[in-house]
Nanobody, 118 residues
Framework: QVQLVESGGGLVQPGGSLSLSCTASGSTWNIYRMGWYRQAQGKKREWVALINSHDNNAVYADSAKGRFTISRDSASNTIDLQMNNLKPEDTAAYLC???????????WGQGIQVTVSS
């Protein structure tokens, strides 16, 4: 089984930057994709950015393109999400996600709050 622990987040003013990190432990050998989702209060969970383990190819939701960058460090089983030019609508709980070959195939972190407000 895979365990995910997020760090970073917090309160930032509009236009500011924040960085999130997620470290995987446990059965990391079978992770083939990691990424970030977010869920604002009263809204559905939505994906933000995903990165493949085998080629580091990354994809972004339209809301994140041009502002967020996902990166991966295979040695430490960590992914980072650098978020720039943050907007109030980016306020949400951000959850780390890992897709694994073995069950459970969808693994989630506890989530970390990002609040963008003046």
């Amino acid at each position: 089984q895979v365990q995910l622990v997020e760090s970073g987040g917090g309160l930032v003013q509009p236009g500011g930057s924040l960085s999130l990190s997620c470290t995987a432990s446990g059965s990391t050998w079978n992770i083939y994709r990691m990424g970030w989702y977010r869920q604002a209060q009263g809204k559905k969970r939505e994906w933000v950015a995903l990165i493949n383990s085998h080629d580091n190819n990354a994809v972004y939701a339209d809301s994140a393109k041009g502002r967020f960058t996902i990166s991966r460090d295979s040695a430490s089983n960590t992914i980072d999400l650098q978020m720039n030019n943050l907007k109030p609508e980016d306020t949400a709980a951000y959850l780390c996600y890992a897709a694994a070959l073995a069950e459970p195939s969808d693994c989630w972190g506890q989530g970390i709050q990002v609040t963008v407000s003046s």
